[in-house]
């Protein structure tokens, strides 16, 4: 955004109509430098926010990390989780393919070798349920405590976005106020401004080489 | 008479446009106007306003016949007679100026009409072999300047000539080779009234004084057509060049540059801050719908973009009415100058061409050419004039509307002001949020299973099986061996993995000693055997006797070809050492690693006890090849040189060096230079 902004006083300092005349040529030139001077701000404020917010949300692995036990940023820790929960789901699974078996046995007549394979299965149900269950209440809990935390975590990020943005529109409110008082005079109401166009416009008009259509 | 005041009167007069559109709205409410004069009997010649104004006009130009009559009438020796004459000669003038601007504003008419409205079957039915003709001349012209291969000449003028009208005047430029100005001609002065604010630079015609002859020595020379008189009016081609209208015209085509580079770039920069604004509004949304449960002060500050919006399109609407639409219009406007500019171009071509066969064309072409030349000189003046200022007040706009959308948004982020200081550093307190998370459980269980999975696409393939279990080492062997009768003792055939409860695993070369020969169900396929480092199960089939002379060759030469098993076996006492202490920042293995490193440090001790073992041949190792000490901790080896090897890793805990003695010299030698020599 501020590239086209620059390019606009670009173009229009490298026309010939700066030599010719030296009013104009230092209203462009002032132009320049205030486009120039915004262009630099933003690709300050531009990095700052991209070191600041954005590095920290994403899912790599070689961010600036201080301490080796913290891998990657925050997006990292998402495929864990859906890691564990796609666990939790093959851990129900289980545990239901060996509910189901456990529950066709005992429905059968309760013969021995029928009573043997009943026991073994409850045998194999146990371990299965309590792995699940140890899953499920474990998702249970940290979940909410992961997504608490997002709050803790992205504070920092908000506050040096937020500073950001105010660093640079007060600097922009500088440099477009000096701007403003250099070339301009300001408080001319809009009415005013669109009244002196359509003067020059209709002077124009008024030649006899300008086309009327 | 004040023959030039009324000149000038009648010049503005016929100067202001009377577009027939408007004659044509009047004529419309003259109804009012007829009915007064109708009362006003035997007035029949009062039609409609085109007539009613146009009779000052008609007056003027009856004024030279009066005059003329009166002159006529008048004798000469009268004392009027002189009087008459000059006001006959006013009059006549001022006819001859409205006659001209006429034509000139016709003739711009006729030129500037959009020549884009023509069909391509009005053009080619255009074409026929005058316009062919002409405009061939017109190319061949234009090449000739371009080459500036003719020579130029001079126009010479007849004094008489002077007070006719301009258009017969022609001034020559840009003779590079001008030697001398004959002495008898006198610069012309240019009263700019005449020539209707086209100016020349330089004269370089000669005025003859009046009444005499044009003689050669009036004649300027050039360097190129010396001797040539030229007194003629033409000789082959000339061109004429206007600096003036050249300045005019260069600063017209700079203009239009300008304002087409405006119009495009300002466009463009008012894209860009409405899709940034749209999208910072899209990411404030979005922030505001995760932090929606939460504390009031988030949901304040996402609050404000909402507003956003607003701004952005108030300031894109002024910026679109103030700077946009009347650059855009500016910009409408210039096509028009400019077709009439080439037009005066292509006249001016047509004049070079050899008016040998002078005529009525020749005539023509020039004086079109001086018409065009001279309206448009005089009003492209105004109309840069007009379009600069304006270009100059749509900048002006702009800048002030540039700082606009930054002057609001302090109004509208009043609680952004009070920032509270940045906390010293942002990436602290994300690692410690961080760190917490990774205490969660099942960040630990399965970003373990996401990194193993990774790590089996590299090719260190000993990490894949280390995170299992310890594996023997040479110390365990010793005991092994110590402990256990050699019929007992078997070594792995292969690799075998458990399978079952209480199974253990073995790697191929691995001494084992068999407890029992069978396993708790009773199948003699089982083995209880044990490792030195822990007991469990193996299924027979994989174990074979151990025999310390036979196996001693086969397994030295099986070590040589087999880098990976070489790998495994021989160095796997140091690799646990190895991976504890670099320590993959993945905290999964931290269990694992807890243990390996409980094993170095077993290691470590019993690396003392290996001491005393020196004499036992496990120990020592030979050189694969030779190296070459670098420092004095190291230890040159020779190859096939034996040494025994003290230390499995060296200070830092690097298992690729290991503390080797030789010939009573200690030092640290490359662990992938030694190959393991047992019973030699």
């Known amino acids: 955004m501020s590239k086209s902004a620059v390019k606009i006083s670009l173009d229009l300092l490298s026309n010939p109509l700066c030599e010719q005349d030296q009013d104009f040529l230092n209203m462009v030139t002032a132009l320049d430098t205030a486009m120039k001077r915004m262009d630099a701000f933003n690709q300050e404020k531009v990095n700052q926010i991209q070191k600041t917010v954005i590095e920290p949300l994403k899912n790599s692995k070689n ?39 456990v529950e066709k046995y005992e429905e059968k007549e309760k013969t021995g070798p029928v009573l043997a394979k009943l026991h073994q299965a409850r045998e194999e149900l146990r371990p299965v349920r309590d792995d699940f269950e140890a899953k499920n209440k474990q998702l249970l809990d940290e979940m909410p405590r992961f997504y608490n935390s997002r709050l803790d975590y992205f504070q920092p990020s908000f506050e040096s976005l937020i500073r950001a943005q105010v660093v640079y529109y007060s600097e922009m409110h500088k440099i477009f106020g000096d701007l403003t008082q250099q070339l301009d005079q300001p408080g001319h109401p809009d009415e005013h401004r669109e009244r002196e166009n359509e003067a020059k416009l209709s002077e124009l008009r008024a030649l006899s080489i300008v086309a009327d259509d | 008479m004040s023959g030039s005041g009324l000149d000038n009167g009648v010049t503005t007069l016929v100067a202001s446009p009377l577009p027939v559109n408007c004659l044509a709205s009047c004529n419309g409410s003259i109804v009012t106007l007829e009915s007064p004069n109708r009362r006003v ?34 004798p000469a020796c009268h004392p009027d007679f002189r009087v008459l004459e000059d006001a006959f000669a006013a009059v006549r003038d001022i006819n001859v100026n409205i006659n001209e601007l006429k034509r000139r504003k016709d003739l711009v008419l006729k030129y500037k009409k959009n020549d884009e409205d023509e069909s391509l079957k009005d053009k080619l039915s255009k074409l026929n072999i005058h316009s062919i003709s002409k405009k061939s001349k017109r190319v061949t012209n234009h090449l000739k300047i371009l080459t500036r291969g003719e020579s130029q000449v001079i126009f010479l003028l007849e004094p008489h000539t002077f007070s006719w009208a301009p ?63 030229g007194i003629q009016t033409l000789a082959t081609s000339w061109h ?22 405006c119009v495009k770039n300002i466009s463009l920069y ?8 749209t999208l910072a509004l899209q990411s404030a949304m979005a922030l505001q719908e995760i932090s929606c449960n939460k504390d009031e002060e988030e949901r304040g500050h996402s609050e404000a973009p909402s507003d956003a919006p607003n701004p952005c399109g108030d300031f894109a609407a002024r910026l679109q009415t103030l700077v946009l639409t009347p650059l855009s219009a500016l910009l409408a406007l210039f096509p028009g100058p400019r077709r009439l500019v080439q037009k005066r171009y292509d006249k001016l071509l047509d004049c070079g061409s050899p008016p040998r066969r002078a005529g009525a064309e020749a005539d023509l ?43 609001a948004a302090p109004r509208l982020h009043p609680a952004a002001r009070p920032i509270p200081p940045l906390a010293s550093n942002i990436s602290e307190i994300q690692n410690r949020v961080l760190e917490e998370l990774q205490n969660l459980n099942f960040v630990k269980d399965n970003s373990a299973t996401f990194i193993e999975r990774k790590l089996s696409f590299e090719k260190k393939k000993p990490v894949q099986i280390l995170p299992e279990t310890p594996r023997q080492t040479d110390t365990h062997r010793l005991k092994l061996l110590s ?61 074979k006797p151990y025999n310390p002379a036979k196996v001693q060759k086969a397994d030295a030469e099986h070590r040589f070809c087999d880098d990976d098993f070489d790998n495994i076996s021989l160095f796997v006492s140091a690799r646990p050492a190895h991976d504890s202490v670099t320590g993959t920042p993945e905290g999964s293995i931290s269990d694992s690693s807890s243990s390996l490193s409980g094993t170095c440090g077993k290691l470590e001790t019993n690396g003392t006890d290996a001491d005393s073992f020196q004499e036992v041949d496990e120990q020592i190792f030979y050189a ?36 080797a003695e030789a010939q009573g010299q200690k030092g640290y030698v490359p662990a992938n230079y030694l190959g393991k020599m047992t019973y030699a």
């Open chain 1, 63 to 101: 961010g600036p990390v201080s301490n080796p036990a913290v891998s990657g940023r925050f997006g990292s820790v998402f495929p864990s989780l859906n890691m564990a929960v796609k666990r939790r789901e093959q851990a129900l699974q289980d545990y239901r393919r060996l509910q189901a078996k």
């Open chain 2, 240 to 261: 004429v060049t206007d600096n003036t209208f050249n300045r005019e015209e260069k600063l017209f085509r700079s203009l239009e540059k300008a304002v087409r580079h």
């Open chain 2, 483 to 543: 402990t256990y009768s050699t019929e007992e003792l078997y070594q792995a055939k292969r690799r075998c993995n458990a399978t079952q409860e209480y199974d253990i695993n073995l790697l191929e070369g691995e001494l084992v000693a068999v407890m029992e020969q069978k396993d708790p169900l009773g199948s003699t396929s089982r083995w209880l055997v044990d490792t030195g480092l822990m007991k469990g199960y193996v299924y027979s089939s994989f174990l």
């Open chain 2, 624 to 659: 694969v090849h030779a190296f070459q000490a670098r420092s004095d901790h190291e230890l040159s080896l020779q190859e096939y040189q034996r040494v025994h090897i003290l230390r499995f890793c060296d200070l830092s805990g690097n298992a690729e060096w290991w503390l």
């Open chain 2, 270 to 277: 008012l894209q860009h801050i409405q899709d940034a604004t």
């Open chain 2, 41 to 74: 009997r035997g007035k029949p010649n009062l039609l409609d306003m085109g007539s009613l104004m146009i009779k000052p006009i008609q007056r003027v130009m009856k004024y030279p016949l009066l005059l003329c009559e009166l002159r006529n009438s008048t």
């Open chain 2, 365 to 407: 072409a020039t004086r079109e050419y001086e018409a065009l030349n001279a309206q448009l000189g005089e009003e492209l003046r105004l109309f840069n004039r007009a379009a600069r200022g304006l270009l100059a007040d749509c900048l002006r706009s702009l800048a002030s509307l540039l700082g606009a959308p930054t002057r």
């Open chain 2, 167 to 229: 258009q017969m005047l022609i001034a020559v430029f840009r003779m590079p080779r001008v030697k001398e100005i004959a002495p008898c001609c006198s610069s012309l002065s240019l009263s700019s009234g005449a020539w209707h604010g086209v100016s020349f630079d330089t004269i370089l015609a000669v005025v003859l004084p009046p009444g005499s002859r044009p003689r050669r020595e009036n004649v300027i020379r050039t360097g190129l057509n010396k001797g040539r008189p």
